[in-house]
């Protein structure tokens, strides 16, 4: 048994850090190709250009399709080679960030990362989900490295809809929970290969929940009005660098697969992943037989900045039988990070647990608002 712990070479976070990519841009390639979508490439397109021009570094920008698929994966490398680039700079959220790291990936050249958001723990990852160009999950991909430089400006975070930073805590709340049922099990990390998790992945991992609970509220206040305090730094820490090292480190476990599972149902795409994720982490705790008093501090946690807690929060209006069905299995398929928990799981039971957290979350959410 070996550990192993992954983590990005740099990591820098503060408000109007955008403006020092430049420094950290010139100790990584000449040539840089910047992927980024309509929003990103709008918001900070153009000081990214600035910048890298001060330093004698070359930017093209490229707009970002929307899906990280092996299509427009492919199609980007092509740009990328028939530019003679050396860098990769991406710019966005999770589904642009994890396009431009496969493209790093392919080319084998660095990759700056630029978040606009703090809604999903890509940033800092070793692997990419890719979709279909339909949105539909389709597989994880590990790659050769995490990106040389994670740069994370929390006033761009702050001025972007608070939804985004909400559905980060989505995700980051999976973060301890899943890495706590791969501690228990024993088995090795999906991602990694290896196990257990270093103690450092676990302990990040429980930081980042503790932090949540912490500021989770006060930061949604704070963005609310495009504010950045200290409980903005701190979940914007949380949901990006503790979750990144804790989830890749630490390992997945069900509430990923069940969000995975989720994307079959085509009223999910109206969903965030994090959103999805936070449903899929109450899931989880019903699974496994979390003690009662587990389950309601993250109730507690999700109703109080806005998470989903049933699937009639998730857009996803009267379900039948056949569709849960189906969502349970595709959440058990044989590749999927369930079978990380520390005993068999089956689709059955999967359908079980979501009927019953289901209705748990929203008699629960009656209960708090009478
Ligand atoms: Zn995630």
Known sequence: MSRVFLAPSKYVQGADTINSIGTYAEKLGSNALLIGGKTALSICGGTIQNCLQEKNILCHQELFNGECSDREISRLVDVGRDQGK????????????????SV????????????????????????????????????????ARNPDCVLVDTAIIARAPAIFLVS??????????????????????????????????????????????????????????????????????????????????????????????FTVLKESSKTYHGQKVAFGTITQLVLEGRPAKELYEVLDFCLSVGLPVCMEDLHIAN????????????????????????????????????????????????KQMS
């Open 86 to 101: 050396n860098l990769i700079i991406a710019a966005g959220g999770g589904k642009a960030i994890d396009t431009g790291k």
């Open 104 to 143: 790093a990936h392919e080319m084998k050249i660095p990759i700056v990362v630029v978040p606009t958001t703090a809604a999903t723990d890509a940033p800092c990852s070793g692997e990419a989900v890719i979709y279909s160009d339909e949105g539909v999950f389709e597989r994880e991909i590990v790659l």
């Open 168 to 261: 980060g805590m989505g995700d980051a709340l999976a973060t301890f929970w899943e890495a706590d049922t791969c501690v228990k099990s024993n088995k090795p990390n999906v991602l990694t290969g290896e196990f257990p998790p270093t103690l450092t992945a676990y302990a990040l991992a429980r930081l980042c929940y503790d932090i949540l609970l912490e500021h989770g509220f006060l930061a949604k206040m704070a963005v609310e009005q495009n504010a950045v305090t200290p409980a903005v730094e701190a979940i914007v820490e949380a949901n990006t660098l503790l979750s990144g090292l804790g989830f890749e480190s630490g390992g997945l476990a069900a509430a990923h697969s069940i969000h995975n599972g």
């Open 319 to 366: 379900p039948n039988r056949e569709d849960i069905k189906q969502v349970a299995e595709a959440t058990t398929a044989e590749e999927e990070t369930i079978h990380a928990t520390w005993f068999p799981v089956t689709a059955v039971m999967v359908e079980d647990a979501i009927w019953t957290a289901d209705t748990l979350g929203k008699e629960y959410k009656k």
